[in-house]
């Protein structure tokens, strides 16, 4: 499937900023299953500078300064992907969970996607021993690895509310567990934690889903936004497996990869500094389109 990208972020600030420093995470690349014919990041008011480079997880990054007062920020990207998932293992076909436990603990390999970077603690995501017991009910022994955590996504879709509003970027898992509502990266980062709580390496996932309706009639749920969902390791042969918690689908073509991660923190869209005073209020839009429907419009 091959989609013509549209993402526009506008910051609107209350009062004149002086001097800002971005990090942009937001120019996707080729991945495994995933093709960029071409990709443009636009910054409007322009940069005094601009360096393009990769992090340590080999997200794309734009470091960029700006050096006039302005009291909007606007950031366009615009890019073609090509997406072609392999069909996913079968659930009952991965090794069990205490074997993919155990081999993610025994492994030497500390590459960028090694499952010993996805164990433990980071900066968004605690383990929690709520979560831990919650996720535990999916995980009986002996089970198989995606069976399990197909399980545990499908119960955090049938159990939580999507809500708009309910958290911001900052809520822990423990509150939004708690709060049984959110958005797709609280539902991410409660799956993360609970599959990290039980020693099962899991990435946190930032993209875009594509916009408008399926062909069976129906709309994934946080499309015509960004969207994020969980990498699950399930052994050295199946590898990581996408699941998109929110909609309780595994991630396929429909499913278009930004940046990953240990969690939010790792793939925020813009951080930065910024000298100013006062409020700010962003505005973000996004369309995900198919080329044969781009065409006909």
């Not at 506008?10 to 495994?32: G, K, M, N, Q």
């Not at 119960?155 to 567990?177: C, D, N, Q």
């Not at 609280?186 to 934690?193: K, L, N, Q």
């Not at 790792?266 to 005073?277: E, H, K, L, S």
């Amino acid at each position: 499937m091959i989609y013509d990208i549209r993402q526009a972020t506008i910051y609107r600030y209350a009062s004149p900023v002086a001097y800002a420093h971005h990090v942009l995470r937001l120019t996707p690349i080729d991945r495994r299953h995933q093709h960029i014919h071409a990709a443009a990041l636009d910054i409007s008011p322009a940069p005094v500078e601009r360096r393009e480079g990769y992090d340590f997880f080999g997200n794309r990054i734009t470091w960029v300064v700006l050096d006039q007062p302005h009291d909007t920020l606007t950031v366009r990207v615009a890019a073609r992907v090509a997406v072609d998932r392999a069909a996913v293992a079968k659930l009952g076909v991965t090794p069990a969970w205490e074997d993919v436990r155990e081999a993610a603990f025994a492994c030497a390999d500390l590459s960028p996607q090694a499952p010993a970077h996805f164990l433990f603690p980071s900066r968004q995501v605690s383990l929690d021993p709520e979560i831990r017991d919650y996720a535990a009910e999916s995980f009986p022994p002996g089970r198989a690895m995606l069976e399990g955590a197909v399980d545990l996504m499908k119960r955090i879709k049938t159990e939580f509310v999507y809500e708009l509003g309910a958290t911001t970027a900052t809520t822990t898992p423990p509150m939004s567990f708690a709060l049984r509502r959110g958005v797709c990266q609280d539902f991410s980062h409660v799956m993360i934690s609970g599959l990290r709580s039980l020693g099962l390496p899991a990435a946190y996932v930032s993209g875009y889903l594509r916009t408008g309706h399926l062909p069976s009639g129906e709309k994934l749920e946080g499309a015509d936004a960004m969207h994020a969902w969980v990498l699950a390791w399930c052994g050295a042969e199946t590898g990581w497996v996408g699941l998109d918690p929110t909609n309780g689908i595994l991630a396929g073509n429909d499913h278009v990869v930004l940046a990953l991660g240990r969690d939010y923190a790792d793939v925020a869209p813009i951080d930065g500094v910024i000298f100013a005073a006062g409020r700010q209020r962003i505005e973000v839009s996004v369309q995900v389109t198919p080329v044969s429907e781009a065409r006909s419009i």
